[in-house]
């Protein structure tokens, strides 16, 4: 039966792009909190102090897993059409990422996302807004929602749990009084289905993009 490679083997076969996959493989299987310095160590099979030979702490390795996150699908990938199109197609790159990768949520809740690997998206959005026709400072504001929608949404309704929280909506509107709260009973079932899904997240996509279009215009 094979030896496992010492640590100092495995150092020096090792990159700080290693180290950061293999943060994301730990975070995508076990999720945001089981994500820590000695966890990604065990990963690899090396000590856990190895690892500070990459990365001086854990905020400096997200950095790195964010960096791995996006450079599997760049938002330079986006292809022609209108503005809008391009805007859209832009947006859903980005929650395509974190549907492959939930965990990179709890990421951006806890430190802002401001290297520049991760930073293309942004390269990307203002661009795409700037060539539209809007000033700097309603572009960066633009890019700003739609990226504060995208993460929003992503936090607030994981696709993993829409059928549990629609169906937690339905038991807490089905329990209130009518006469205390008519308009959410009367929608009990519109109230639930607007709590994730593809739907809810293309009309509110679809909302966003109706009213810069509509300042565009002005």
């Known amino acids: 039966m094979p030896q496992p490679s010492p640590p100092t083997a495995r150092r020096a076969r090792l990159s700080r792009e ?15 909190d089981s994500l820590s310095m000695r966890r990604v160590a065990q990963e690899l099979g090396v ?5 500070y030979g990459y990365f001086r702490d854990k905020s400096e ?3 790195a897993v964010m960096d791995a996150a996006v450079g599997e699908r760049p938002p330079a ?10 805007l859209e197609a832009l947006v859903l790159t980005a929650r395509d990422n974190l ?12 430190q802002p996302v ?9 390269e990307a959005g203002m661009r ?36 549990e929280h629609r169906a937690a909506a339905r038991v ?11 308009a959410l009973t009367a929608a009990a079932e519109e109230a639930a289905a607007a709590m994730g899904g593809e739907e809810a997240f293309r009309y509110g996509l679809e909302t966003v993009l109706d009213g810069l279009e509509a300042r565009l215009g002005s």
Do not use: C, K, N
């Open 18 to 32: 290693d180290v950061a996959a293999a943060a994301l493989a730990v975070l995508d299987r076990e999720g945001f």
């Open 47 to 51: 000590g856990t102090m190895t690892l």
């Open 61 to 63: 390795l997200l950095d």
């Open 77 to 86: 990938a986006v292809g022609g059409g209108g503005w809008r199109e391009q």
């Open 99 to 110: 549907l492959r990768h939930p965990g990179l949520v709890q990421i951006r809740v806890r």
């Open 114 to 122: 401001l290297r520049p690997e991760a930073l293309r998206f942004a």
């Open 128 to 163: 795409i807004l700037g060539e539209a026709g809007f000033e700097p400072a309603e572009a960066a504001r633009a890019f700003r929602l739609l990226f504060t929608y995208t993460f929003g949404f992503a936090a607030f309704s994981p696709p993993d749990a829409a059928g």
């Open 172 to 182: 807490a509107i089905a329990s209130l009084p009518p006469e205390h709260y008519p």
